[in-house]
């Protein structure tokens, strides 16, 4: 039997490959942080403590989409399509398939948050990261944070034609609430108490370590990383429990 | 030596599956055996119980009650070697659709020891022209044969085919059957689901005929029915030309009593036959909501 390191090298580069092939996909996965950095940098353009909180939550935002909504949208697809039940039925250990789909999802968030930085540095006067551990152990325990809620939000999807509505149903609330473009003292007190609560603002608080000078270093955002962490456990619970390889079906 | 005794064995065993999904019992005691080399159909209609059986047995579903054995191994705990040996062709199963035909069978190759070579497969099926199309330009029929490829390129033992002809025009069924007749020369061992009798009476060497999660009878398709109490059906046109039919459990008897007395007039016996019923009138006769 092939080992099993083998098989998800196979399947994680069999991924990529069909990734970069549906173009349009791969465009605009790495477009919307562009995009998005272009516009609030030029309205923003020249208050520095304003570009100090559109870096780190576009970065933020960044870890968001490329784990929680892609795996949300893949895996509602993969089942509703029969790709789940059809490589359940086949000799490749369940574990390498989905942790192909996951490196592949990490991928796509290393390359934005990639890109973020580098245009940190180049357009909005932040210069290198000035911790990067803070930046490395957030990104890395929010993509687990976030893949593995993905994966549990997947099962509350009903079918694909529902999965836009009900994954920017919860987007696009939490990077209102949690300073991805603009500083989170500006929301009001009970909404702010929400969004700490939430996964993404302590990430974005943790991010802000990272990568903008002055703002803390690991040991300053321990509360969030606590919080992010206790998200990640949440995640495994909600993502493991009711993991189905089947869409429901009606009969 | 141990496939050499393994072969001595039933492919598919099953005693007494039960199973429930709440309250509803979609599956209510059967017992069958396929042999090695076998093709044994399923047929049913709708909603009979033969998705829940065949599911059981490819390890999709875990069983309610009973036992079943698929290769020697319980299907119910998955066993990584029992999936490399069987092949499922899905009712309807997705596949990466970016991807061209010839890269998905070199993909799903790579999970099995003793893969199958991929053009063999691609030929196989009847896919040389679409090997290095993407497989969603695929049409529905190219689809089920890229499914049956699917099933195939691992080189299994035993395959599953679940409704493999649902929503075929009449040219793609007769090449979805020439497709599985040719696994039988190939020596595999197959477990078909149907609802249409003639897929069954074509292509399986026996048939049990399942509803309500009951197997309601079995054996091959030509002999099902015959057996004590099966009513034959004799039909003649009397000396007036009146078309007359009768039915008999012994037609021996009848024949000699008809021909005796017609003789007897000086008449014949004109447009007579003796027919057995079909597969179909039992199936009908069996499954019919009473």
Request: proline fraction near 13%; avoid cysteine; aromatic fraction near 12%.
């Given at each position: 039997m092939p080992s099993d390191v083998r098989l998800l090298w196979r399947q994680y580069r069999f991924e990529r490959r069909l990734f970069w092939r549906n173009r349009s996909a791969a465009f605009f996965n790495f477009l919307l942080p562009l995009i998005f950095l272009a516009l609030f940098g030029a309205i923003v353009h020249g208050n520095q403590s304003e570009l100090d909180v559109i870096v780190p939550g576009i970065a933020g935002m960044s870890v968001m989409s490329t784990t929680f909504t892609a795996l949300a949208y893949n895996l509602t697809f993969l089942r509703e399509q029969g790709v789940l039940k059809r490589i359940r039925g086949?000799?490749?250990?369940s574990g390498v398939y989905l942790g192909g789909l996951a490196l592949n999802a990490v991928t796509n968030t290393a390359i934005q948050i990639a890109i973020v930085v580098v245009a940190g540095r180049l357009f909005?006067?932040?210069?290198?990261?000035?911790h990067p551990l803070a930046l490395v152990v957030f990104v890395i325990v929010g993509v687990a944070a976030f893949a593995l809620l993905g994966v549990a939000l997947s099962h509350a999807i009903p079918s694909f034609d529902s999965a836009p509505a009900v994954v920017n149903g919860v987007f696009v609330p939490v990077i209102l609430i949690s300073?991805?473009?603009?500083?989170?003292?500006?929301?009001?007190g009970f909404l702010r108490a929400i969004a700490q609560a939430l996964p993404l603002e302590p990430l974005i608080n943790g991010l802000t370590g990272g990568?903008?000078?002055?703002?803390?270093?690991?040991g300053g955002h321990l509360t969030a990383l606590a919080v992010l962490g206790v998200w990640g456990v949440f995640g495994v619970i909600l993502a493991v429990?009711?993991?189905?390889?089947e869409a429901r079906r009606s009969g | 030596m141990m496939r050499a005794m393994a072969?001595?064995?039933?492919a598919i065993e099953v005693r007494d599956l039960r199973k429930s999904y709440g309250e509803l019992e979609a599956v209510r005691g059967i017992d069958f055996q396929v042999g090695r080399g076998e093709i044994y159909g399923l047929l049913g209609?709708?909603?009979?119980?033969k998705t829940s059986t065949v599911e059981i047995l490819e390890g999709y579903r875990a069983r309610t009650a009973g036992s079943v054995s698929v290769l020697g191994h319980d299907p119910g705990k998955r066993p990584r070697e029992l999936r490399a040996r069987v092949g499922i062709v899905l009712q309807s199963g997705g596949i990466?659709?970016?991807?061209t035909v010839a890269e998905v069978l070199a993909h799903f190759a790579s999970f099995y020891p003793r893969p199958r070579e991929v053009a063999e497969v691609i030929a196989l099926a009847g896919l040389e022209e679409k090997?290095?199309?993407?497989?969603?330009?695929?049409s529905g029929g190219q689809k089920r044969r890229l499914d049956l490829a699917l099933a195939l390129i691992g080189d299994p033992e035993l395959i599953f085919l679940d409704?493999?002809?649902?929503?075929?025009d009449p040219a793609a069924r007769r090449g979805a059957w020439q497709a599985i007749r040719s696994l039988r020369e190939l020596g595999k061992t197959v477990l078909l689901t149907t609802h249409y009798l003639d897929e069954a009476q074509e292509l399986a060497d026996r048939v049990a005929i399942i509803k309500g999660g009951r197997i309601l009878a079995e054996g091959a398709p030509h002999e099902?029915?015959?057996?004590?109490?099966t009513r034959y059906r004799v039909a003649y046109a009397n000396g007036n030309g009146e078309a007359t039919v009768v039915e008999t459990d012994d037609p021996t008897q009848l024949l000699h009593e008809l021909t005796g007395a017609a003789l007897a007039r000086g008449e014949r016996l004109s447009a007579l036959s003796v027919t057995r019923p079909s597969l179909e009138d039992i199936y009908l006769e069996l499954t019919a909501d009473a």
């Open positions: 086949t000799p490749l250990p909005f006067n932040l210069g290198w990261p000035p300073g991805v473009f603009f500083d989170v003292k500006h929301v009001p990568l903008v000078p002055r703002h803390g270093t690991l429990r009711g993991f189905s390889w | 072969s001595t064995e039933p209609p709708n909603g009979a119980g990466y659709s970016h991807a090997r290095d199309e993407r497989t969603r330009t695929l409704e493999p002809t649902t929503g075929f099902l029915g015959v057996g004590a109490g």
